[in-house]
């Protein structure tokens, strides 16, 4: 690595300038966190979940966060220009329109702040291998094609088949969740959804029967979701207190209450042969993971695996 008029330039990756006295970015001693501007031709969805997953390895600095999305004009490069000007920082883009995409690396060379297209080392291992030219179609991933429509009509299903609703229809899912209150149900169902699958939840509540359709389901995976006693009853607490304690009595967040709750869904799961899926320490995407997993080797063997 040396030193170069604008920065610091690496042998072993693209160039990244540096930082320049007085304009460029640098995060000092006193400072706690960085503009970082997200650049994309489409929605930018590729872009966030990149930028999130490196920010979040940095945990002395918060990121700042300008999304500028659809941008595929030069007028709409402008605006955005005029924005990085503002508010310095790191710049990570996806354009596919090479002119547009060379302007803007101009600008940031020319101010000295780190830029980087993140599309360029797929595009350049895909162009090895392939050896045949692609299209640099803004947004081709999101086109109006029969998987798009799979999508659309999942979560159709999905929002229909929320908590219990129309439970003669389960057995038209793909998968179905079961748990008692707070086990993220609902949001895993709807990102399981965004994926092209069909999923509906029933919940678990004491004294109260589940759908008898629901134990003689013979085509959708059925997943059993628990959290600890305590996660559920924090989840709980914070929403009674935000809907005013309408509606719930004090059994809902009583810890003991709740942990029997999660112990017959462990039997039930148990009895019943359904994989079962601790989410206390689990993000909605995790959870999602694992269920696509178990649901991949359902498709696959006909049953889903055993869960440790």
Not at 51 to 62: H, I, K, L, P
Not at 206 to 232: F, M
Not at 300 to 308: F, I, S, V, Y
Request: glycine fraction near 6%.
């Amino acid at each position: 690595m040396k030193s170069g008029k604008r920065g610091w330039i690496c042998r072993r990756g693209p160039v990244v300038p540096g930082h320049q006295h007085g304009r460029g970015f640098a995060v000092g001693k006193s400072r706690h966190y960085f503009h970082l501007h997200l650049v994309s031709d489409s929605t930018g969805e590729t872009l966030m979940t990149v930028a999130r997953a490196a920010t979040v390895q940095y945990e002395a600095v918060r990121a700042i966060e300008h999304m500028y999305p659809l941008v595929r004009t030069h007028k709409q490069l402008d605006r955005v220009i005029g924005q990085i000007e503002q508010a310095p920082g790191i710049v990570l883009y996806t354009l596919v329109d090479k002119e547009i995409a060379e302007r803007l690396e101009r600008f940031c060379r020319e101010i000295g702040i780190p830029f980087v297209n993140i599309l360029d080392p797929v595009f350049a291992v895909f162009q090895s291998y392939l050896n045949v030219p692609f299209t640099r179609r803004p947004g081709g991933q999101h086109a109006l094609d029969a998987e798009y429509f799979k999508r659309i009509d999942a979560l159709n299903y999905t929002m229909m088949h929320d908590d219990g609703q129309i439970a003669e229809n389960l057995n038209q899912a793909d998968i179905v969740l079961v748990g008692i209150s707070r086990t993220s149900k609902t949001p895993t169902c709807i990102y399981l959804a965004n994926r092209g699958i069909k999923c509906a939840n029933v919940p678990i509540v004491p004294d109260i029967p589940l759908p008898a359709e629901l134990t003689r389901l013979s085509h959708p995976l059925v997943v059993g979701l628990v959290a600890s006693p305590e996660r559920i009853q924090q989840i709980r607490q914070n929403r009674v207190l935000s809907l005013n304690s309408e509606g719930y009595n004090d059994l809902y967040v009583d810890r003991r209450e709740i942990a029997r709750e999660i112990a017959a869904t462990r039997r039930l799961c148990v009895e019943q042969g359904w994989p079962l899926i601790d989410v206390t320490r689990r993000s909605i995407e995790e959870t999602a993971a694992e269920i696509m997993e178990l649901f991949r080797h359902f498709k696959n063997a006909g049953r889903a695996p055993d869960l440790a």
